[in-house]
């Protein structure tokens, strides 16, 4: 009895170690939904992050990150907000996510500033999100579309587009871009034929094409996103032949996209945020090591934002919610000295001894006064069946 008694001792006592060890961490991004092809990876480089600082031994005297994915659907308020509860209540330290405009201030509106949870969103770009409400809470390793408008016109110019119709995805992010995208192509002399919104979810968008089509252009602008509406747009206008050159957003941009429509998206180009600087060549060759697809989307800034989850929570010495956001803009910034991508032990080591980094990343991490990327853009076009960088912006 003593023997079974030391037994049901040492395993509470192993179970509960382990139970105190982890820390639990929220990636909320749209598994189902109109970026549902995108979102794999983001998900998987955020825990290639989380799983580096596990492993590290470093992350607050030995602990480790269990990280809990849920389902933003990209689109509906409700069931994104429905899944943040769930992660909050589940005693999550802060969320990695969300990632579509609408959703993500939905989420940070309703729960996560409320419960003083941090949020870090990879993707959510909508200038609306710039002057939130957010008490502190909200940062995005994402630029504002405020600027990612004034690129993709900036491009549109350079590629000597004359005139472009405009179609949008009716949300958020949607109209935000659209609204900067035509200001500034209108800026450069360009004519803009119409600018009309497009719903998702339809199955036949032959009647949008046509109100585009008899406006006329010499491209139409898809502000959308790849697996919803604005592939329709482009499959209805191919379809029809009322255009055969589309301008894309970041939305839009993903290998899915290729696959279905192949060398009819030749003439095509596009702008997504990103860099070709030193962290994201020594981001691919880490995510490579960890068996994550890195050229997709929106996945450096997925490993940046769970990298800088952890190492808040390092720089403050606590995985309290309170703590991690006071000190996200402190490990974003200079001075202190710089952290890439696989490096993330030597960051917290630094952190542990009372020392300053400053945390570059993949995607050379800066943040504004309202805790958003300063961020760079890369000029996209379709070369061998595949998106190609043609530069950064």
């Known amino acids: 009895m003593r023997k079974l008694f030391i037994a049901a001792f040492m395993f509470v006592s192993i179970f509960g170690t382990k139970v ?13 939904g109109p970026i549902e092809s995108l979102t794999p990876a983001m998900a998987a480089s955020a825990e290639l992050a989380f799983k580096e600082a596990s492993d590290s031994g470093s992350l607050l005297g030995g602990k480790k990150i269990e990280p809990v994915r849920a ?6 308020s409700a069931a994104a907000t429905a899944a943040a509860e769930g992660l909050i209540s589940g005693g999550v330290a802060a969320i990695m996510g969300a990632d579509c405009s609408g959703v993500t201030g939905a989420i940070a509106t309703n729960v996560a500033v409320p419960n003083g949870v941090v949020m870090i969103s990879p993707s959510a770009t909508s200038p609306g999100l710039t002057t939130l409400d957010d008490k502190g809470y909200f940062f995005r390793t994402a630029p504002s579309d405020a600027r990612g408008g004034q690129i993709l016109a900036d491009i549109t110019k350079d590629r000597k587009v004359k005139s472009v119709a405009i179609t949008y ?11 900067v995208y035509k ?25 949008e094409v046509a109100t585009l089509a008899s406006a006329g252009g010499d491209a139409v602008a898809v502000i959308g996103y790849l697996d919803q509406g604005g592939k329709g747009i482009i499959q209805a206008s191919l379809d029809s032949g009322a255009f055969d050159r589309f301008i894309l957003s970041d939305g839009m941009i993903g290998q899915s996209l290729v696959d279905a429509f192949g060398k009819d998206l030749s003439k095509s180009f596009g702008s997504l945020p990103g860099s070709t600087g ?28 769970a990298a800088l989850i952890v190492l808040a929570m390092q720089a403050g010495n606590s995985a309290d919610r309170a703590s991690i956001a006071k000190n996200v803009m402190d490990v974003a910034n200079a001075p202190g000295t710089k952290i890439y ?29 309202v805790g958003e990327a300063e961020g760079s853009f890369l000029e996209q076009e379709i070369k061998g069946g595949k998106f190609k960088t043609k530069k950064q912006r």
């Open 71 to 76: 389902d933003s659907t990209c689109v509906d």
């Open 20 to 32: 105190m060890a982890d820390i639990k961490m929220g990636i909320i991004l749209g598994f189902t």
């Open 183 to 207: 200001a500034a192509v209108e800026a450069h002399g360009i004519k803009v034929t119409t600018v009309t919104a497009h719903e998702d979810g339809k199955a036949d968008y032959s009647s």
């Open 341 to 369: 991508p696989g490096e993330l032990k030597k960051g917290l080591d630094l952190l542990a001894k009372g020392k300053k980094i400053n945390y570059e990343g993949a995607t050379g991490v800066t943040f504004t006064d």
């Open 278 to 305: 030193k962290g994201a060549g020594i981001f691919a060759e880490v995510a490579k090591a960890g068996g994550v697809e890195a050229s997709g989307p929106y996945t450096g800034e997925s490993y940046d934002a």
């Open 169 to 179: 995805t009716n949300n958020d992010y949607g109209k935000g871009l659209a609204d």
